[in-house]
């Protein structure tokens, strides 16, 4: 089955503790984002990345990292998390930009 | 900055259409989707639109672009229960990887 997982699905943690929050896709995509998600804001990308060690900042990059080592996987790194980093993230792939993009269940992560 | 505006909220009863609107900013849009997200899913492309286009029709969706005032609406016709949901506008350039999210327009279908 072609799909987007993402774990942890919940995570809980305190100001500063390092985090990873994993995302692989099975559909041989080039392209993948990560988003998060806030009321009132909508969608906003973090980082994208158009095919392997090729990633770029999206809309809101600052305090997260991304790699993109092997083609179907694309951690998103917070190496040291504040509490406005408290949303609800998505992982997203597809072919290219132009295609559909299929999204990850999400992660809702609450930093302390 | 480039920038995309929906209106909040739409409630609709059953059966009729519905209309869901979005402005962009960015001249240089090349795509635009709708996206729908049910509560606690993740998104789903309803469909997109080429900047070069006025209107693309999917079943009971119907997308209508007015390249000239940056205005993108999409139609459901025969609205259900179930397309109750936040629908997305989102825009991306040609130069650009980047996708542009609205804020999202909660529509209610009344039975």
Redesign the interface.
Known sequence: EAQ?TQNPRYLITVTGKKLTVTCSQNMNHE?M?W?RQDP??????IY?S?NVEVT?K??VPEGYKVSRKEKRNFPLILESPSPNQTSLY?C?SSLS??D??Y????TRLTVL | GED?EQSLFLSVREGDSSVINCTYTDSSST?LYWYKQEPG?????LT?IFSNMDMKQDQRLTVLLNKKDKHLSLRIADTQTGDSAIY?C?E?ADSS????????TRLLVRP
């Open positions: 987007v392209y984002s988003y009132g804001l909508g969608l906003r990308q994208y158009m770029d999206g809309d998505f997203a930009l132009g559909t993009q999204f990850g269940p999400g | 995309v795509y899913a993740g998104l789903q492309l997109y997305f989102a991306s990887y980047k996708l542009i999210f609205g804020s999202g």
